[in-house]
């Protein structure tokens, strides 16, 4: 059997039917922004396979300290145990986050993450007294994952509420924030849906324990960009009623935004945030969950004390090593010209599809570019065409989207958007 055939008779893919497979690549190589199929073709990686691939694939700072990890020591447990791979990737987390986030948890991937922020703000209402506080406040149109927990503050709708009705917890969804980023900010609650948000925690909030957000940009739940104004509200309505605040910077941290962090849009800080995907620069699955000394010493200083997690790869060397790595990158700061140059060009080049049939919006945001059809954009059609494009595109939903790597040249991303460009005629 070929790896191809192998894969259609054994493996799943994500969100795929394995009665129906659809069209495979098979991926030899990837260097940079480029993936290399089995049969020679290459293809700009636009999705930065899944926005992780910061600095490019096989990043030669970032495989040499893996290597050099790897020879020293993939992996050692986290219990009782430590290794300076962990602290030296903690102070560079130091060094980017907020000051007062200075607590940090390590785990293997984004949803887990997710999962013990929110196991975090339950014992820590658990641990100043509020037992009642258990349930979650979110808004309409976010992802956060795909494990139980984080499915239950996915968008309702597109998420996978509809599938498992009845076996998630209920959660508090407010409407997504009616008003985008670069729009007017208007003081009337009902417009700008600070009401809705106010009269939830004034009804409910001694019922709910932490409320999450993607600051700024929601990913995987629509592409859609909000008032920054919005976390700012958010941010003294927890203070107000006792309600921890998480933001999920997975999708959104480390420079995507134009800015280091969603949350900078904003000037607010969290009470726990959730960093994950770009973290190792696309190199390794790896995540953490980083919290204040208060909420901290709040569960530790309580009577159960200890936090009630520990996965097996926690703090594991070899993706601390090549976390530290990565982080070095963002610390020297190239990100910040490639990032305001990508915008620029994205939005001239990205502009005249606004005029095509079937387009409802064009926006643009730092290092991402979204082209939103009226209708649903077929993704196998972008997966036929990729290497032809000399493009690989994964649309979902109405969006044609790209979120490439930072180190993508002006005539790697003109080709970029061209290839949505075409995708969008074609999908009109
Ligand atoms: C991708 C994503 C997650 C889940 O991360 P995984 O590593 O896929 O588990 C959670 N939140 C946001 C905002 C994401 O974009």
Same mark, same amino acid.
């Given at each position: ?39 020679? #073709? ?63 948890? !390590? ?5 887990? =993450? #997710? ?51 009845? *076996? ?40 709910? =324990? ?13 592409? !859609?960009?909000?008032?920054?104004? !919005? ?10 009623? +006792? ?9 959104? +941290? ?27 620069? +696309? ?26 997690? +520990? ?55 730092? *290092? ?13 059609? =972008? ?17 044609? !989207? ?24 074609? *999908?009109?």
């Amino acid at each position: 059997m070929t790896p191809k055939e192998f894969d259609a008779k054994h493996l799943w893919h994500p969100y795929s039917n394995i009665v129906k497979p659809g069209p495979m690549h098979v991926i030899a190589g990837a260097e940079g922004v480029w993936l290399t199929r089995d049969d020679g #073709v290459r293809m700009i990686d636009a999705m930065s396979s899944w926005w992780c691939a910061l600095h490019g694939h096989r990043h030669p700072f970032i495989t040499r300290a893996m290597h050099e990890q790897l020879e020293v020591m993939p992996h050692v447990m986290f219990g009782g145990l430590t290794h300076e791979p962990a602290t030296r990737l903690g102070q560079r987390m130091l060094d980017l986050l907020p000051d007062q986030l200075d607590r940090i948890f !390590y785990c293997d991937s984004g949803s887990v =993450a #997710v999962e013990i922020a929110m196991k975090m703000a339950v014992q820590y209402q658990m641990a100043m007294g509020r037992r009642d506080k258990v349930q979650f406040a979110t808004i309409r149109g976010g992802y956060h994952g795909d494990t139980w927990k984080a499915m239950s503050v996915c968008d309702p709708v597109t998420g996978m509420h509809g599938l498992f009705r009845g *076996a998630l917890s209920i959660q508090h969804f407010l409407p997504r924030p009616a008003i985008a980023l670069g729009q007017e900010w208007p003081d009337d609650p009902v417009q700008n849906g600070l009401g809705s948000m106010a009269r939830l925690l004034e009804e409910k909030g001694d019922r709910i =324990a932490g409320m999450i957000l993607e600051p700024t940009v929601q990913g995987a739940g629509g592409m !859609y960009f909000y008032h920054p104004e !919005y976390l700012r509200a958010a941010r003294r309505l927890c203070d107000q009623y +006792g309600v921890i605040l998480i933001f999920d910077e997975i999708a959104t +941290g480390f420079g995507r935004t134009g800015k280091l962090f969603g949350m900078d849009h904003a000037g607010v800080a969290p009470d726990i945030i959730c960093l994950g995907k770009a973290l190792t620069g +696309g190199h390794i699955s790896f995540a953490a969950t980083v919290t204040t000394s208060e909420v901290a010493r709040g569960i530790g200083e309580s009577e159960a004390g200890v936090f009630m997690h +520990g996965p097996t790869y926690m703090a594991n060397p070899l993706a601390c090593a090549a976390g530290a790595a990565s982080l070095d990158l963002v610390i020297k700061g190239d990100w910040t010209d490639q990032v305001a140059a990508i915008e620029t060009q994205l939005r001239t080049e990205l502009a005249p599809a606004r005029n095509l049939p079937g387009v409802r919006d064009v926006r643009v945001l730092g *290092a991402i570019g979204v082209i939103e059809m009226h209708g649903e954009v077929d993704a196998e059609d =972008a997966h036929r065409l990729a290497g032809e494009l000399g493009v690989w595109l994964r649309p979902f939903a109405r969006k044609i !989207y790209t979120m490439p790597p930072y180190i993508i040249t002006a005539d790697e991303l003109s080709r970029v958007t061209a290839a949505m460009i075409r995708l969008a005629k074609r *999908a009109a």
